[in-house]
């Protein structure tokens, strides 16, 4: 594995950023973006193979030719350990998410969930599930949790963090296989009833549909499939249920806050996580 970072002022980042993101293919298996000092963003992207690390960098250069982006080869072994050792615990309101490691030791009173680092997103540590989980805490302050669906639950984290908070279900859907695996087995990890996660794409599944309306949808993806999902997470919510939207850079918000809005969802409040927005929404009702 190849890791690809460069660092400079926020536009030219985020505009590489957007660019490795939607090629179609993309090169990067994996991209992320944020804040790594006071004026100074970081850009790092992962890729599987020397050639497609060197056409990140070729993206990189023509988007943004004011950033120096480096290619460091990453030894997927150590890489695997290192995560699994080394990330430390993470408190978002009352939710404490971390590995075993340190999970034992956790703050008395924190909601505890166990999350080991590995192939599926969502440790807790990226500021997007930082983000859905403050909002999280916010619904529950409000109102019961109640039916979740957790559209690209990644590593189950926001399902699972909301069934230890009361929710009475939660359904996960994700587009890729192993994370669907790696969700399943944190639920059973956690000792948590009541979810199931879905290889699905989108959110028309006969099974989504047939649990809704849903009190609390989380929708952690990206931009483009958020906007496209509007109609139906619309319709798949109940009369007063909250929506938590992320996976944005704070320049994308707007346009997915307007895309809901069209379809009758209401704007609650922005939260703004390491170069990381999240939208809390609400359905009316």
């Known amino acids: 594995m190849y890791q690809i970072s460069a660092r400079g002022a926020r536009a030219p980042v985020e505009a590489a950023w957007d660019a490795l993101a939607w090629a179609d293919p993309s090169p990067a298996g994996a991209v992320d973006c944020k804040e ?47 995560s699994l050792e080394g990330l430390p615990p993470v408190s978002a309101g009352p939710f404490f998410v971390a590995g075993s490691h340190a999970i034992a030791r956790h703050a008395p009173g924190k909601i505890a969930v166990l999350i080991e680092a590995g192939p599926a997103f969502g440790t807790g540590h990226h500021g997007t599930t930082l983000g859905c989980l403050l909002a999280l805490d916010d619904v529950r302050r409000r109102r019961a ?40 087995e944190n639920a059973k990890k956690n000792n948590v009833t009541g979810f199931t996660a879905m290889h699905v794409t989108g959110a028309r599944h006969p099974r989504i549909r047939q649990a809704a309306p849903y009190d609390t949808v989380f929708a952690n993806i990206l931009m ?46 922005r939260i703004r996580q390491d170069g990381w927005s999240t939208l809390v929404m609400r359905q009316q009702g």
């Open 36 to 82: 790594d000092g006071r004026g100074v963003w970081r850009l790092d992207a992962f890729a599987e193979t020397q050639e497609e690390a060197d056409a990140c960098v070729a993206i990189i250069s023509e988007t943004s030719p004011e950033l120096n982006a480096r290619v460091e080869e990453v030894i997927e072994r150590d890489w695997v350990t290192m």
């Open 145 to 184: 949790i109640g039916k979740v669906l957790d559209l690209g639950t990644g590593s189950g984290v926001l399902a699972i963090a909301a069934l230890k908070a009361g929710a009475t279900m939660a359904l996960g859907t994700d587009i890729d296989f192993d994370s669907v695996t790696v969700a399943n």
């Open 224 to 269: 483009k499939p958020l906007i496209g999902l509007a109609p139906e997470i619309a319709r798949l919510t109940a009369p007063g249920g909250t929506i938590i939207l992320s996976g944005l850079l704070h320049h994308q918000a707007g346009q997915v806050r307007q895309a809901f809005e069209g379809h009758g969802i209401l704007f609650d409040r």
